[in-house]
């Protein structure tokens, strides 16, 4: 048998060609892969075209195939940036918004020379009094627990919104003083001003030790 043989690998179809060059020919047109199969007049068996010594040199200089870009594939980095970025937004938001406290708080004039005083009668009759200290406790983990007082009354933390706004109903007074101890946990003051807010406190003097 002098033709060539070209089959694709491990196929049962075989196609018969005349010359090497014909087999070549057909490698460079793209109508064999270098994967293909041949047998030569004298092969006593099937060798892959890029592993055949005739064809092994052309089909070395024969570019693969591009690869099909997988439309199933779905890059999720660009997804992953931006919800990194929205959580930064969303923490930075809650930060600020639990800080900023919509509070009546007056801005320090550069012309004040001192702290306007204000009669006693006339603060009575506007402003109710939150008083916050530490007092002991063996039975507390700290040694210690916040004793919550309004306008002398103690008052549970989650009581305060209930009991604030008895207080403004009765009395009328819809300012606040507000006089926590150093040690008393944030907590604690955050929820007096949250209560303050539910309860519309138009003025809120925070007579607070330190911090």
Known sequence: MSAWQVRKEGAPDVLSLPTAAEVLTGLRDGNFLPTDEVKGP???AWLAIEVHPTFAEAAEEIEPPPEEADDTHLDMNP???VCLVLLIFFILTITYASIERALDVPEDSSEDKGVPKVPLDELKDRVFKVIVTMVPDANHPKGERPVI????????????FIEMQTVINSTGRKEMLMDIDKNVPWGIETAILDAAKGNKVHRIINNQRTR
């Open 79 to 81: 997804l992953i940036d």
């Open 42 to 44: 004298i092969d006593t």
């Open 149 to 160: 007082k309004i306008d002398g009354k103690e008052v549970a933390q989650d009581r305060l």
